[in-house]
Each structure stands twice: as structure tokens, then as C-alpha cells.
């Protein structure tokens, strides 16, 4: 049996439109969720954002919507679903910074196994994150690029990891490591390729709700 090609066309029209439509709500009840603090439907929202994450932007661009929206759903979605179990896990929690977080006159070691090795001179927020870590019992690791958190969850294993990137390499990190354990996120407040800076409380609560 022969499929014309006006109906495949149709097919595909309407495939489109379908995508196009349950994308749009997903984005719309992420935005709720975001605004009213309460998520609505986690689980269909991260699965649709994610499956459908190019078409999510591009709807956002037609609305003059920013981009950075759809991340920042995954992000806060993903941290409500699994904060119960982050709060929970009491040994080798794990928070992975950016290298892009050191000074630019930043000395440290580069261990190819570990990151860089911070000596606490105090020119950037690091210093100040490490010392609340060992507070909360946590383990801070200041990291290149993706291979080393990989090297970090095989030769650490951490039963918890909090994050911290921009929204884009965020989003994808937190989709790849909640598969091992639990995570939350805390995205740069000023992101680029060195001296960037996040919202050191923000960081410092992601870990105090520990001990609660």
C-alpha cells in the first residue's frame, strides 16, 4: 500500500504542532511551579523539557521568551524532586565548582584526578565554600570540565552531589549524575570563562539543610 505524499506531509504537520503544543505546556507548568513554589506534574515536566530541549528554546525564541528559562525549570524541578533524598544522605557528599570560579591569578594544582587543589589565599568564593563544607561535612572539588566529575564519582563515589555551573552545563550534569545519586544545583550568578561567581548563601543553605 502506497502513502501519498500529502498525507505523509499532514503526518508530519501534525507531529509538529503536537510537539510544539505538549512542549508549551510543560514549559508553561514548570513556569508555575517556579513561581508558585509548588511543583505540578515533576515527572512529565522533566521528561518533555529534556526529550524536547532544542524545540523548548526555540518556542521561548518566538515568544521573546529567555532561553535560560527552560533550564532553569529542569534545574528547580530536578532539586524539588530529589531534595528529600539529598537532605537524607549523611556520608561523602560531594559539591562540584567550576574552575572558572578561581582568580585569575590563581596558583593551585591541578590534580588530574581531583581538581584543582584550593590553598584558601581568600581571592575567591571558594575559600569561603570549602570552609562551610567542612562545617557540613562535605567535600569540595573544583573541576575543569565534565571528564573530571566522572573521575570524581568513580574515585570518590559521593552518596550526594550539589553543582555548580552555568544553566546550560548545569542542566546537562544534573540530568547525568541524579542517574548515581542524589543532587541539587545552584546556577553562576555572573557565568564566562574565568572569574565567574555564584550566590555564596545560596550555596552555603544547599548544604546547612543537611543538618536539619
Known sequence: ??????????????????????????????????????????????????????????????????????????????????????????????????????????????????????????KCDIKDIIEAAEKHNFKVFTVPGDSFVRKIIKSYDPGVCLGVACYVELTESMQSVSKFMPVQGVCLIRDGCYDTKVDVAEVIHKMEICDV
Not at 528554546?57 to 532553569?72: L, P, Q
Not at 557528599?93 to 570560579?101: H, K, S, T, Y
Not at 578561581?102 to 590553598?119: L, Q, V
Request: with cysteine; charged share 25%.
Open 1 to 122: 500500500m502506497l502513502i501519498s505524499y500529502e498525507l505523509l506531509g499532514k503526518l508530519f504537520v501534525f507531529l509538529v504542532v503536537a510537539v510544539v503544543l505538549v512542549t508549551g505546556i510543560a514549559l508553561l507548568l514548570g513556569a508555575i511551579s517556579i513561581r508558585r513554589h509548588k511543583i505540578i506534574f515533576p515527572n512529565f515536566i522533566l521528561f518533555m523539557l529534556y526529550l524536547f530541549y532544542s524545540p523548548a528554546k526555540w518556542i521561548c525564541r518566538v515568544f521573546s521568551i529567555k532561553e535560560e528559562i527552560v533550564d532553569e525549570i529542569l534545574i528547580e524541578v530536578r532539586n524539588a524532586v530529589m531534595l528529600d533524598m539529598f537532605k537524607k544522605k549523611t556520608d561523602r557528599r560531594a559539591v562540584i565548582l567550576p574552575q572558572c570560579m578561581r582568580h585569575p591569578e590563581c596558583k593551585a594544582r591541578c590534580d588530574p584526578i581531583m581538581g584543582y587543589e584550593c590553598t584558601k589565599c581568600g
